[in-house]
Each structure stands twice: as structure tokens, then as C-alpha cells.
């Protein structure tokens, strides 16, 4: 299986980066391939207190950390930077920075595999924390530590199960404002364990008693899963626009540490 590290490293055009040849197979500590003897291995000493990552590093051995040629580019200040909230496969990247952004991914995902990331805090390692999406059916999000998946048809179904809800509710009387039953969707990881994220509105719950398709459409929703959930928060409150396509990486090079 392709690495994101690697996928996003070709689609970036960004060249694998130059170390000294291993003596022996190691595992990456950070995109956690092994990597065979003869591949270019750098041992890494980060600067203690200003790597917040270490949870998501694959223990070296004895404490030895190593980065492979794939994951080497991505530690350099611009790249990281502008790899905070993008998808990539390997034609191109694309923005993912704005909510519109993100609405548009997910309806017209580009052609895998790609990898998918948006960051949640100031700077965040991302790429070589990622899973790589092999279907459009079935997609990752790397949103900060937490890897979503969501199943596409069933978040398209989805769309149009809350669509109903809403409009169901309007003609019973219920204040609808939003284009679905619950009392909150949450974009942003940081809520997603907020108690009204996915949560029912009381008054859709109580009309459901007496009317079968809402009280069927309202199960529905609650089965779906925390990346279903947040792919839903932007398809029923956002607009779509496509982003144009980022800048391929070249004018980064010249400022790689790498
Ligand atoms: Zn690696």
C-alpha cells in the first residue's frame, strides 16, 4: 500500500528528500514503512518542546527516530505550511480551507487515490498522519489528530434524508431554520464531542410519534457515523465552490531544509 507521504509527495512534485543510505531495513517513524536497506534514512533529533507530535510517531528502536525519503520534504517550514488543509492526488492539490471548499470535496471528490487534510490548529503535521483514500466511495479526512471515514452514497442519502426532515417539519409547524432535524452539526473537531452535535431537536422527536416517514427518516439519521455527521454539517448548510487548483510546489523548493 502507497504511503499519503509518498502520494502527496508526487502530487506536490516535491522531490524525495537526500539522506545517507541505511545499512539496514528501519521503519519510519513517522509514515511507519518499512523501508528497505540501500533507501535513504535520516535520523531525526527534534528540538525538545517544539514538536507537538509525538503521539503520532511510530516508536524508533531505543528511542532512535527515523524519517524516510517520502516523509523528509514534509518537515521542512514552507511545505508544512501550506499542507494544513488541502486534497491531493496525483495530478494536483486543491484547497480545502474554506467550508465551500470542503462541500465541494465532498460531492466531487477528485479521482483517487488521493489524500484529504485539514488542519485544526495553528501548525500541524498532517501528510504522514493521513490515510490514503483508494475510492471515492469510501473516503478518509484527516482533520487534526482524528481520521474520519465516510461513506459517500450513505452521506449522499443522507443529504436528502435531512433535506425531507426539514421540509416535513416545516409543514407541521416546527421553526425551521436549518436543513435538517438535529440540534447542532459541528464542523469543527474540537465539537464533534459536543452533547447537541448529532443530537435530535426535542420538537422533531415528539411530532415523530405521529407520523411514520419522519419517525423513520429521523432513525435514519441517528445511525450515521461521526464522519457522516461531519460531512453532513457542510452539505446542508453550504454552499459548493470549487477551489482552483494550488500552486504546484515549485516555488517552495528554493526555501526547503530538506
Ligand atoms: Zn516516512
Redesign the pocket.
Known sequence: ME?A?HLARLGLKLPPGEAPSAAEAYV??????T?AAGRPRKDWKPKPYSFTDWLALRPGVQGRLS??????PFFSMPVLLATQSLVVNREGAWSLSKDAHRAWFLTTPPAPPFVAMIGDATMQHLV?RARVSYSRELIAVQIGRSSLLIDRPWMLEAVQWARRAAEIGRALGLRVVSQHPFQRLSRHRNDLSDVAHGSMRADYLACASDHPELRDLLARLQQLGTGELWALAHLTKRKQEAPSALPIARPWLESCDV
Not at 519510519?28 to 514503512?33: L, M, N, Y
Open positions: 504511503s507521504s519510519c517513524s513517522a509514515c511507519q514503512t523501508q524519517l524516510c525519503a517520502d516523509c523528509l504522514w
